[in-house]
């Protein structure tokens, strides 16, 4: 095809982000100081070591480089715990028949995720074996807002970035997909998301031609 899908996962094909709440409030109150859900906003699509510095600063909390590890040790721990049970049923709405669609059309995909478990997730919901190929936090140095995950995902598609069309659920994912100079679609929150190119609620809302716009025979 002409064109090239990437998608971000952690708000888009699966909520996860539910998950590192937990895990992560778990640490805020073995530190003793308050996490809540509009805290988490701030480590959605943001790397793991990046989420505990954002979360250090809302505790006003010092660690030594020590400490600091330790914890993101035993974050993933308890979020493996949450993760190792997921099941299909906790795909969201929409993504399935979106995969469909992009089958029929001969859309290649491929994942483009901050989270160094994505492989695992994908394996638990079944999804694993449908994307062309997976980037990850395993295969990126620098995190989003940096492009560099999807400019690997551009590469893996074989397209250049302008053919490439990113779906994203968070503020620094499309910054990211926007510095890649590739087509932004923003899942969620649309003033949140008012950067992006195109804007729907989630992935149920995208009308079946979508794509129609972007394929040129
Ligand atoms: C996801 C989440 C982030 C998380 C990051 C790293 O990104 O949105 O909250 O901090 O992965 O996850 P892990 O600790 O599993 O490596 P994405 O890009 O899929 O939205
Ligand atoms: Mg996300």
Redesign the pocket.
Known sequence: STIGVIF?????IVD??KY?FLAWKDLADELGFEFTEAHNEL??????VR?LEILLDIGNVKLSEEKKQEYLISK?EV?LGYITKMGPDEILPGAEDLLNNLDALEVKYVL???????PLILKQVGLLDRFAAIVD?NSVSKA?PDPEVFLIGAEKLGLPPEKCIVFE??IA?VEAAKAAHMVSIGIGDQETLSHANFNFNNLTEIPEDFFAQFISE
């Open positions: 971000d996962l952690d708000g888009v996860t982000a590192h480590l959605k699509g943001v790397s793991r989420s993933n979020y483009g995720s901050a989270s160094k478990n994505a936090g989003k659920d968070a994912g």
